[in-house]
C-alpha cells in the first residue's frame, strides 16, 4: 500500500531551496518515491494559523520507504539546510 508524506513549508530564508530541490528529488526516487504535488499556488479553504508558502506531497510504496529516505545519509545535509531555512511540518499517512 503507498503511503504519502505532506509537508506544509513555511520558508523563512530561500538560501536553501535552489540546491535542495533537484538533490532531494534525485534522493526520493533513489527510494522508489514521486513528488505528486510540489507547491507554493494553493487556495486556503480553512486553517487556523498561518497558511506554509509551500506544500509537498510524496508518494512512497511502503513506510519503511518513505522512512529510509527520511533517515538516509544523503538526505540528512539537505534536512539540516530545510530546518535552517524554513518552519516545515511533515505527516506521513497510509493510502488506502
Request: charged residues 20%; hydrophobic residues 45%.
Amino acid at each position: 500500500m503507498s503511503v504519502y508524506v505532506v509537508g506544509r513549508v513555511m520558508i523563512i530564508d530561500p538560501a536553501w531551496i535552489e540546491g535542495y530541490i533537484p538533490a532531494v528529488e534525485a534522493i526520493v526516487e533513489s527510494h522508489g518515491g514521486k513528488y505528486l504535488v510540489r507547491s507554493p499556488e494553493m487556495d486556503v479553504i480553512e486553517s487556523n494559523g498561518d497558511a506554509p508558502n509551500v506544500v509537498v506531497v510524496i508518494e512512497f510504496p511502503t513506510k519503511e520507504a518513505a522512512q529510509a529516505f527520511y533517515t538516509s545519509a544523503e538526505y540528512q545535509p539537505w534536512l539540516e539546510a530545510r530546518k535552517a531555512g524554513a518552519d516545515s511540518e511533515l505527516i506521513l499517512l497510509d493510502g488506502l
